[in-house]
C-alpha cells in the first residue's frame, strides 16, 4: 500500500513537470526595434544652436536579477555603465552582465538598420534585435543619450515585466524609459558640451562628478523617452 502510494504520486509529479516544460517554461522568442522619432536640428541650444539627437548603441538585458545596472541614488558600480552612458559603448556593460548572477542573457545592438557598421541611430533610424523570455523575466535596455556628457534611457532599476499574468506584452514600451545621470561626468548645456559624445577629443573626457545615478528632470522633451523613442516589443507567437 506504501509503496504503491509512492508509485502514484512520483508518476503524478513527472506528468506535472512535462506540462510546466510544455506550456509555463517554454521560452518566448520577442523583437524589439527602437527608433529614433525625432526630426534633425529639432533642438535649439540656448546660444541659438541647432542641434539633432542621436542614441548610441547599448544593450538589451533579460534578467531576474532586481536591480542589475544600477541602483537610483547610488554611485555607479564601475562595471561599464559609464563608459556606455559617456562614451556610447556598451561594451564593457555587457561583458560585466554575461553569466552574473539573476542574468539571463545580454545582447549588444550597435548596427543601424541597413547600415554597415556599427553607429548611432540618429533622426529616423533603429536599432532590431531579438530576445527570448519566459515568465517572470524583466528586460532592462540601454541607450546613451548621444548629446550629453554622462546620460542615458533605460527603465527603472528594476527593469519591465516581460509578462503581465503570464502573456507576453507587446506594443510600444518607450514611456517605460526614463533619463538617467550616471553621476559619473559634470553635466554641460546639451547639444553644445565640448566634453559630450560629439565634441570630446577622446573617450572619458570631461570633468569628474562623483554622483549619483538619477533621473534627469530638466523639463525639456529629451527628458520624455516617448517624444524621442519608440520602442517596439512584439512577442513570437
Ligand atoms: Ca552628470
Ligand atoms: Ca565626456
Known sequence: MHKKFLTVAAGMIIG????????????????????NTTKPD?????????????????????????APIFTAGKKDRGKGL????????????????????????V???????????????TPGAAYETTISAQPGDKLSITLMMGQSND???????????????????????????MLW???????????IGSD???????????KAENGVVRQVQDGKPYAVSSSVLRVTITPAM
Open 181 to 191: 545621470d550616471a553621476g559619473t561626468e559634470v553635466d554641460q548645456e546639451a547639444g
Open 42 to 66: 529639432a533642438f535649439t541650444a540656448s546660444d541659438g544652436t541647432k542641434w539633432s539627437l542621436a542614441f548610441s548603441p547599448g544593450i538589451a538585458v533579460v534578467h531576474t536579477d532586481s
Open 107 to 121: 545582447v549588444v545592438y550597435n548596427s543601424p538598420v541597413g547600415a554597415k557598421a556599427p553607429g548611432p541611430i
Open 16 to 35: 506535472m513537470a512535462g506540462i510546466a516544460s510544455a506550456n509555463g517554461d517554454k521560452p518566448t522568442k520577442f523583437s524589439i526595434r527602437i527608433e
Open 82 to 105: 559609464e563608459a556606455q552612458s559617456e562614451d556610447g559603448d556598451p561594451s564593457k556593460l555587457a561583458q560585466a552582465l554575461k553569466g552574473a548572477k539573476g542574468i539571463r542573457s
Open 196 to 206: 559630450q559624445g560629439p565634441r570630446q577629443k577622446a573617450a572619458n573626457t570631461g
Open 151 to 177: 546620460w542615458f534611457y533605460a527603465p527603472a532599476e528594476s527593469g519591465i515585466e516581460l509578462f503581465k499574468n503570464g502573456k507576453a506584452i507587446s506594443g510600444d514600451i518607450a514611456g517605460e524609459l
